[in-house]
């Protein structure tokens, strides 16, 4: 009976966290304003323009990622899994990414496959220090996309997923990375937390969406002096 009951509360308990987490995570959002974050180096290549347009006349299956840190901790030390499709050659390369930072990164066909597949991580620092966790494992921010559908359709419903995992050592290969993106497409979910930290992330419908992933911690002391005074 017990048994039973556990696993009837289960879903409920899923949905109450994830409610919190996107509470918690609109607050800060709205404490550090999106007009604090500093566009990151492929942003301002666009110079205001929209993405999506360059993304449109080099594909025809892809995604815009967008991502917006609302911290001050640092994402480092990405690494990238595609499974299906390319990274775009001048913004699909993922680099580093300071604290309130925003960034784009483009993923697509080339209008050469019919899909666009694939998994990204980033370690999180501090002050360029990996934040450990009882001096052992220290956490990455992961991400993953798929756009299913080998016949694109403007209705296609695509599939995003973010976590938090934590690892023994700083530097995973592309190898582990193939493990994470079939973990995630297995187990999607639209918001993480971890300790203090939280993301969120949602993807358009269509051939061409776009991906909002945004990253924010709710400790003080992750905050960017820049936000902080």
Not at 213 to 219: D, E, G, H, P, T
């Amino acid at each position: 009976m017990i048994l039973i009951n556990v696993l009837i509360l289960l879903p409920h308990l899923s949905t109450i966290i994830a409610t919190k987490t996107e509470e918690t995570i609109e607050h800060v959002i709205a404490e550090v304003g999106k007009d604090k974050l500093s566009p990151g180096k492929y942003l301002e290549k666009f110079k205001g323009e929209d993405p999506k347009k360059y993304l449109a006349t080099v594909g025809d299956v892809g995604i815009v990622l967008d991502i917006e840190n609302y911290s001050g901790l640092q994402l480092v030390d990405p690494v990238i899994y595609v499974h299906a499709g390319y990274e775009d050659e001048k913004y699909g390369h993922p680099h580093n990414m300071g604290g309130t930072e925003k960034e784009v990164f483009l993923y697509h066909n080339y209008k050469k496959v019919k899909r666009s597949v694939g998994s990204i991580s980033w370690m999180i620092t501090k002050d360029g220090k990996p934040i450990w966790e009882n001096e052992s494992k220290v956490s990455r921010l992961h991400f993953m996309w798929d756009l299913p559908n080998y016949y694109c359709k403007p209705e296609t419903n695509n599939t995003v997923s973010v976590g938090f995992h934590t690892h023994e050592k700083a530097k995973i290969t592309e190898e582990q990375q193939t493990e994470y993106y079939d973990h995630h497409l297995k187990r999607a979910k639209v918001f993480a937390h971890h300790n203090h930290f939280l993301a969120r992330v949602n993807i358009s419908r269509g051939c061409l969406p776009t991906v909002l992933l945004q990253f924010a911690s709710s400790k003080k002391d992750h905050k960017s002096d820049q936000v902080a005074s």
